[in-house]
């Protein structure tokens, strides 16, 4: 079946910027995952890069089309916990845009990321007065400083450098689930939601 064909009776869902959006960003937080302090620079741009999409993102939520909007998939718990025990269940109804739970999962993995970048910011501007919250330095020191006392924490050990990595680590942990997800709703709806990230096309309702 060529690509024409598959095309026939499909309709596009996901714009240019969300699908450039979505693999930059995996890409980037994926290098700044893997890097630290052997790839210290490499792993600042690419958080720089990571706070810089998401806060597009975020962006693009009021401005772009209507599947990659807010108003589109944004809903109350309730809601995204009964899609997720009905996708569980080979129940739940499809969703041409983002589902209830693929929705929360968005706000959750753009919250993690904004947390991983902010922390790390500030990470940077303690430890070596750089970044763009360099000019506060002295000010975010002596914060982390006063906290390590109250918690009992030497210099070398715990402090914004593990809230830093913990956020991180939660954040990669909610990226399985991500992928876990859209794989047993690529199965439960029968159709390839990777590749429908890729061309932007899906099938209607």
Same mark, same amino acid.
């Given at each position: 079946?060529?690509?024409? @064909?598959l095309?026939q009776?499909?309709?596009?869902?996901?714009?240019?910027?969300?699908?450039?959006?979505?693999?930059?960003?995996?890409?980037?937080?994926?290098? =700044?995952?893997?890097t630290?302090?052997? =790839?210290?620079a490499?792993?600042?741009?690419?958080?720089? &890069?990571?706070? $810089?999409l998401v806060?597009?993102?975020i962006?693009?939520?009021?401005?772009?089309?209507?599947?990659?909007?807010?108003?589109?998939?944004?809903?109350?718990?309730?809601?995204?916990?009964r899609?997720l025990?009905d996708?569980? &269940?080979?129940r739940?109804?499809? +969703?041409?845009? +983002? @589902?209830?739970?693929?929705?929360?999962?968005?706000?959750?993995?753009?919250? $993690?990321?904004?947390?991983?970048?902010?922390?790390?910011?500030?990470?940077?501007?303690?430890?070596?007065?750089?970044?763009?919250?360099s000019? #506060?330095?002295?000010?975010i =020191? #002596?914060?982390?400083?006063?906290?390590?006392?109250?918690?009992?924490?030497?210099?070398?050990?715990g402090?914004?450098?593990?809230l830093?990595?913990?956020?991180?680590?939660?954040?990669?942990?909610?990226? &399985?689930? +991500?992928i =876990?997800?859209?794989f047993?709703?690529?199965?439960?709806h029968?159709?390839? &939601?990777?590749?429908?990230?890729?061309t932007?096309?899906?099938?209607?309702e």
């Amino acid at each position: 079946m060529n690509t024409e @064909s598959l095309q026939q009776g499909q309709i596009k869902v996901w714009d240019l910027f969300v699908r450039v959006f979505h693999w930059t960003l995996v890409a980037a937080f994926a290098v =700044a995952y893997v890097t630290e302090d052997e =790839a210290m620079a490499l792993h600042v741009w690419a958080g720089y &890069l990571v706070g $810089g999409l998401v806060l597009a993102r975020i962006i693009w939520g009021f401005v772009g089309p209507a599947h990659a909007r807010f108003g589109d998939f944004v809903c109350g718990p309730f809601k995204a916990w009964r899609y997720l025990i009905d996708l569980i &269940l080979f129940r739940a109804r499809r +969703h041409v845009g +983002h @589902s209830p739970a693929g929705g929360a999962m968005v706000l959750v993995l753009m919250a $993690g990321c904004l947390l991983t970048v902010w922390t790390g910011m500030e990470l940077y501007a303690a430890e070596e007065g750089k970044g763009p919250l360099s000019w #506060q330095a002295p000010v975010i =020191a #002596q914060a982390l400083a006063d906290d390590d006392d109250r918690e009992g924490h030497d210099d070398n050990d715990g402090g914004e450098g593990d809230l830093h990595e913990w956020i991180a680590h939660l954040t990669f942990l909610a990226v &399985l689930f +991500h992928i =876990a997800g859209v794989f047993l709703a690529g199965i439960v709806h029968k159709e390839n &939601l990777v590749r429908a990230m890729i061309t932007g096309r899906k099938r209607p309702e």
